[in-house]
């Protein structure tokens, strides 16, 4: 049965969605929604889902939301090639890297949170890049340590996971944001090798980039 | 081998790790780290979470963290009783319930979000209360949606899983905060029966409360 992918060029959560896609060598229909214009909020795509989030994968098992199970139901319906290592102990630091961006990192910088410190907490552009390098910061300097200790060229080991898949688009938000990465290079050298091993992912690469 | 869980009592992420070792019928050995004055970011306990966070979990694998590596890792290495249905879609059902939770709305009101809030944006307490309150509505809206759909007493099915495990202790912190939660009636029921099934893992019940 064939894959739809609901999504957005610029949202990082869909970009961690098109690497494990691409990684596993699955072909699927492409539905962008611009969120500049509130189109995850029509109430046909709610109705997909509540939350008015991309991404949303429709497939065999129904309409999946939420990236990070997104992910894991890719590993478990086409297990091949594998984006978790066997080992228990393995497994559960590679979901560690994928948690400290998808829990800690990424929901302080993404788009409708940042747009409600602007309206409500009234931050202005300067805060909002301390923020925003704030936290990127404490959560890189977490994922270099753990890079550079299980880390052979990906994230962990020498082939990608679903660690690589969530740090490569949080590595794109780092520097679309500007912010430093030069102390973080295992993470960047990591982000960087699964960019070229799967360049059709990319944001830029996608028919409604721009 | 015997588990050692660092945590904090009012931590909601080891309130989830909580939540599955007493569901799983699991004893282990409980080290509280008083996160009101900052004993996770002391150099020993770094040494085990690079980001000074709890809760972490050391057992036959290494000390692990993030909550959500651990309950999945608790599944893979205790599977009986299952946290996770059986059934694929329903699996990914179940872990986006959970990331709901741990990605949209609790990275939102942790307290060291809330703290940056108020050093770094001066957010005055009515603010934070508003910033707060907005989340939780927005993901506990969602999950209703889904628990009333999905739920037969807990939040998918009528046996707790890694969602409930997540919703619990977010229903927890909305009370705290004193988030009205009438509109979600099917979110609370399913928290409270979760919260009955293990009273030992309360906020309340630990030794390092008060």
């Given at each position: 049965m064939s894959l739809t992918l609901h999504g957005y060029w610029r949202s990082s959560a869909a970009y961690r969605v098109r690497l494990a896609l691409g990684l596993k060598g699955l072909t699927?229909?492409?539905?962008?929604?611009?969120?500049?214009?509130?189109?995850?909020?029509?109430?046909e795509f709610r109705a997909l889902q509540p939350q008015g989030l991309v991404p949303v994968l429709e497939g065999p098992d129904g309409a999946l939301i939420q990236s990070p199970a997104i992910l894991e139901w890719l590993e478990e319906r086409y297990p091949t090639p594998p984006l978790l290592p066997r080992e228990l102990g393995a497994r559960a630091t590679v979901r560690a890297m994928a948690a400290i961006v998808a829990?800690?990192?990424?929901?302080?910088?993404?788009?409708?949170?940042?747009?409600?410190?602007?309206?409500?907490?009234?931050?202005?552009?300067?805060?909002?890049?301390?923020?925003?390098?704030?936290?990127?910061?404490?959560?890189?300097?977490?994922?270099?340590?753990?890079?550079?200790?299980?880390?052979?060229?990906?994230?962990?080991?020498?082939?990608?996971?679903?660690?690589?898949?969530?740090?490569?688009?949080?590595?794109?938000?780092?520097?679309?944001?500007?912010?430093?990465?030069?102390?973080?290079?295992?993470?960047?050298?990591?982000?960087?090798?699964?960019?070229?091993?799967?360049?059709?992912?990319?944001?830029?690469?996608?028919?409604?980039?721009?």
């Amino acid at each position: 049965m064939s894959l739809t992918l609901h999504g957005y060029w610029r949202s990082s959560a869909a970009y961690r969605v098109r690497l494990a896609l691409g990684l596993k060598g699955l072909t699927y229909h492409d539905v962008p929604h611009d969120l500049r214009v509130g189109a995850q909020r029509a109430p046909e795509f709610r109705a997909l889902q509540p939350q008015g989030l991309v991404p949303v994968l429709e497939g065999p098992d129904g309409a999946l939301i939420q990236s990070p199970a997104i992910l894991e139901w890719l590993e478990e319906r086409y297990p091949t090639p594998p984006l978790l290592p066997r080992e228990l102990g393995a497994r559960a630091t590679v979901r560690a890297m994928a948690a400290i961006v998808a829990c800690d990192i990424h929901p302080t910088n993404n788009l409708r949170v940042l747009t409600r410190l602007r309206t409500d907490l009234n931050a202005d552009e300067a805060m909002i890049r301390g923020w925003i390098a704030h936290w990127i910061a404490e959560g890189f300097a977490a994922l270099e340590t753990m890079i550079r200790h299980h880390g052979r060229g990906f994230a962990y080991g020498d082939a990608p996971t679903l660690a690589d898949c969530h740090v490569l688009p949080q590595v794109y938000n780092a520097e679309r944001f500007a912010v430093d990465l030069t102390p973080y290079p295992a993470t960047v050298a990591s982000a960087r090798r699964l960019h070229d091993r799967v360049p059709q992912a990319a944001p830029e690469a996608q028919g409604d980039a721009g």
